[in-house]
């Protein structure tokens, strides 16, 4: 391998138990330089003990670390050139802003006038050149988001490290801070590796995405792999939204299944990718809200159909959604357009839904729990 191509970070089948729980399974993955790379999976999944290994809290029981192409195995915190943000940010508060971000360089011995150019320089590329004086409790939430990012970066670590860190923040402050911590990659340039388990943060600012379950990653792509193209049932049903039925195979027709569902819907699909399936297979079936047709009235066009009644509506302006009750009483989520019109599907109508089978992909049930 040469320089050009080294990573700046590396795993290559890690593995930690505690006692007889196994939290992270053989996991393997390489992120290049200067990337915003997401682990992505619910709580207790193994994504922080996972993190906490890369940063050398804990040391894996087998594999390997590596960091610009070399292991990091037995190398203290202190020695790794990772930093990380915690959710509850963990800035001083008894020392200013420009204090929280100068204390780095002044513990590895930086002279007075490199750490004054340095910090605020890194205050400019934050968006803050003018608050280096303010004590910390006078910041707001984004604020105080920034100047742990600074006094991480100040440090010119090969690797930033965010455990949740929009965890705590309200919900609007939240979606506003996803576009800033993507901005602030881009200014950075600098590896940025997240843990969430809020499918939205993954998804919006990732370049990358590793989805992790019961200790594995299922799957690492793109966001728009993720969502269209999942390989396992798991990340079909965990990222994005879909609708889901468990039913059996009745037929298979080429890269066409045929599922005769619990509810006893008969619905054509397509087998998820690298998966297998045959007739009389027990599968799960996944259709997104946002490929299912509407159609008030009880005429159905389309390759699969159903007929119900709308049992609610979630407003959310244009990300409309109604609840769709079938006659079996399941509910089927679709997206909808709410123009506040006459012509606006409501509550009680009666209304068709089809889709087509391109867009239903089914697989085994039980793979990716």
């Not at 090969?158 to 919900?171: I, K, M, N, T």
């Not at 193209?229 to 045929?258: C, I, L, Y």
């Not at 619905?267 to 299912?292: K, M």
Request: net charge negative; charged share 25%; aromatic share 6%.
């Amino acid at each position: 391998m040469t320089d050009s191509a080294v990573s700046d970070l590396e795993c290559s089948n890690v593995c930690k138990n505690f006692g007889s729980v196994q939290a992270v399974k053989d996991v393997s993955f390489e992120i290049p330089s200067g990337s915003f790379f997401s682990i992505l999976g619910p709580s207790g999944c193994g994504k922080t003990t996972l993190m906490r290994m890369i940063a050398g809290f804990e040391e894996p029981d087998s594999g390997d670390i590596s960091i610009k192409g070399r292991s990091v195995l037995n190398v203290p915190p202190n020695r790794r050139n990772v930093k990380m943000v915690f959710q509850h940010l963990a800035l001083f508060p008894m020392m200013n802003v420009f204090e929280n971000i100068a204390y780095g360089l002044r513990c590895i011995g930086a002279d007075r006038d490199e750490i004054k150019r340095k910090v605020q320089d890194v205050l400019n590329r934050v968006a803050l050149p003018d608050v280096g004086g303010r004590e910390i409790h006078q910041l707001s939430g984004g604020q105080k988001q920034r100047i742990a990012i600074a006094r991480c970066m100040v440090l010119d670590p090969d690797v930033l490290l965010l455990d949740e860190p929009l965890g705590a923040l309200d919900l609007k402050l939240r979606e506003a801070m996803k576009i800033e911590l993507k901005l602030l990659q881009h200014q950075f340039d600098t590896t940025f590796v997240y843990i969430t388990h809020d499918q939205s943060e993954a998804l919006v600012m990732s370049d990358r995405v590793a989805v992790m379950n019961n200790g594995r990653f299922e799957q690492i792509g793109s966001p728009q792999d993720l969502y269209h193209h999942p390989k396992t049932a798991f990340v079909a049903g965990f990222v994005g939204d879909s609708n889901r039925w468990t039913g059996r195979v009745s037929a298979v027709q080429g890269e066409e299944v045929m599922v005769e569902t619990d509810g006893g819907m008969n619905a054509r699909c397509r087998p998820g990718e690298g998966a297998s399936v045959a007739a009389g297979d027990t599968v799960t079936l996944f259709v997104r809200p946002e490929f299912v047709h509407l159609t008030q009235g009880r005429e159905a066009l389309g390759e699969n159909s159903l007929q119900g009644r709308v049992d609610n509506l979630l407003f959310n302006g244009a990300n409309s959604r109604a609840l769709v009750r079938m006659g079996s009483g399941e509910l089927v989520e679709v997206d909808v357009t709410l123009t506040g019109g006459a012509d606006d599907v409501k509550p009680t109508d009666d209304v068709a839904l089809s889709w087509s089978a391109e867009n239903a992909i089914c697989f085994p049930s039980g793979e990716g729990r």
